[in-house]
Nanobody, 122 residues
Framework: VQLVESGGGSVQDGASLRLSCAVSEYPYMRHCLGWFRQAPGEERDGIAAMWPGGGSTYYSDSVKGRFTISQDKAKKIVYLQMKMLKPEDTAMYYC?????????????????WGQGTQVTVS
């Protein structure tokens, strides 16, 4: 499984960014895909997830209404559209694949991870 994130950067308070996660070597439609983030000194927490086949989505309270997870099935890319960014959104953002069940926003129930992309909001 390969998960490659891109799209991070440094932006100002209130700006928007779109992150991408390219998925390869993986049965794309069969398993849940998600986005996590980890700020310095903090745990890695789930913020959004979706089932590519059925389209069901999940969001953490901290990003609900501001972030949107979506996909391009043909390209096997999962996106995270982030709007109204705040300084507290500053973190390394990771793509994850294959939720084994349990609490979806906990990192230890996911099997595969990308290398991360940094988002800094000032």
């Amino acid at each position: 499984v390969q998960l490659v994130e891109s799209g991070g950067g440094s932006v100002q308070d209130g700006a928007s960014l779109r992150l991408s996660c390219a998925v390869s070597e993986y049965p794309y439609m069969r398993h849940c895909l998600g986005w996590f983030r980890q700020a310095p000194g903090e745990e890695r927490d789930g913020i959004a997830a979706m089932w590519p086949g059925g389209g069901s989505t999940y969001y953490s309270d901290s990003v609900k209404g501001r972030f949107t997870i979506s996909q391009d099935k043909a390209k096997k890319i999962v996106y995270l559209q982030m709007k109204m960014l705040k300084p507290e959104d500053t973190a390394m953002y990771y793509c994850a694949a294959e939720w084994r069940g349990g609490i979806w926003y906990q990192q230890d129930v996911w099997d595969f991870w990308g290398q991360g992309t940094q988002v800094t909001v000032s």
